[in-house]
């Protein structure tokens, strides 16, 4: 799993693959490191051995990790994603991003996938809010592959994981029209695997 980053007033948990076509044998590999886009930091990456077939809740992959708000009396507006993939010809060629709020019924950003066993970078606009004190988890989904998929072989790999969010102090009933004044941004970036916990202003 990616360590933990942290940033004043949120915070975000390792990532876990789940429902994985077997268990790969070297989960951060730094083979085939993330390349040919800008935000490439290459090295270690999640790689992953993705199940074939459509997308299904109960049984397709998926990424998963937890956004907490720490800061009372505040919420989180969750702005954009953005991330580094590289398919296999059995790969996924679609991904879906959903959340814990609505049990995971709402899909809130969704893509293609190229799966030519190239680095490609695919980034979407995110709508949403977390109010404190609750704890919401995200998934994504990697769906769309063809082919024989083996168990256990990675067929998929994850990297330079971006959640982009402002954090704003939950205003009386009264204000809630002027909620955005005083808005402070935070980037969070889930770059490589790397041992221990990292924090990031």
Known sequence: MLPTLVSDGWEVSSLENVHPWGQ????????SPSEGYPQASGGE????A???????????TYTAFILSVTLDQHMLVLESVSFGSRSTSTGPQAYSLRWSLDGFATELASGVLVNDASWGFYSAALE???????????????????GTAFSGVVNHRLDDLHVVGSLHAIPEPAAWGGMAMGMGVFLLKILHAKKGRRREK
């Open 128 to 146: 949403g809010q977390i109010a404190t004190p609750l704890s919401v988890e995200i998934r994504l989904y990697w769906f769309g592959g063809e």
């Open 45 to 48: 990456h999640l790689g992953s």
């Open 24 to 31: 790969v044998s070297h989960p951060f590999p730094v083979s």
């Open 50 to 60: 993705v199940k074939t077939g459509d997308l299904n809740l109960l049984d397709s």
